[in-house]
């Protein structure tokens, strides 16, 4: 079965930027667009990218346009989402999602 594990998250204060990480443990995960969400406390869990299978960034969310950007590596089954001038409104856990398969998510906490 396809497993998809996150990484990068952490804490950071306003301004501040982080990289995650989506590793998918089979190759096929190169035919399939592989999306990031997130889902802040007490609200539904958004979609915040989705990346094709060439790599192309079909979508991003209005909010963070500008400031994030998501990319993949299919040799290396990874994905990525590099966040930056992160803001406390970006305080989420962050779920990496291809085909029917979920991450277990990444906290990323921007505060003060």
């Known amino acids: 079965q396809m497993q998809l594990v996150e990484s990068g998250g952490g804490s950071v204060q306003p301004g501040g930027s982080l990289r995650l990480s989506c590793i998918a443990s089979?190759?096929?995960?190169?035919?399939?667009?592989m999306r990031w969400y997130r889902q802040a406390p007490g609200k539904e869990r958004e979609l915040v990218t989705l990346?094709?299978?060439?790599?192309?960034?079909?979508y991003l969310e209005d909010s963070v346009k500008g400031r994030f950007t998501g990319s993949r590596d299919n040799a290396k089954r990874t994905m990525y989402l590099q966040m930056n001038n992160l803001q406390p409104e970006d305080t989420a856990v962050y779920y990496c999602?291809?085909?029917?398969?979920w991450g277990k998510g990444t906290l990323v906490t921007v505060s003060s």
């Open positions: 999602n291809a085909m029917e398969y």
């Open positions: 089979e190759s096929r995960i190169r035919y399939y667009p």
């Open positions: 990346i094709t299978s060439d790599g192309d960034m079909a």
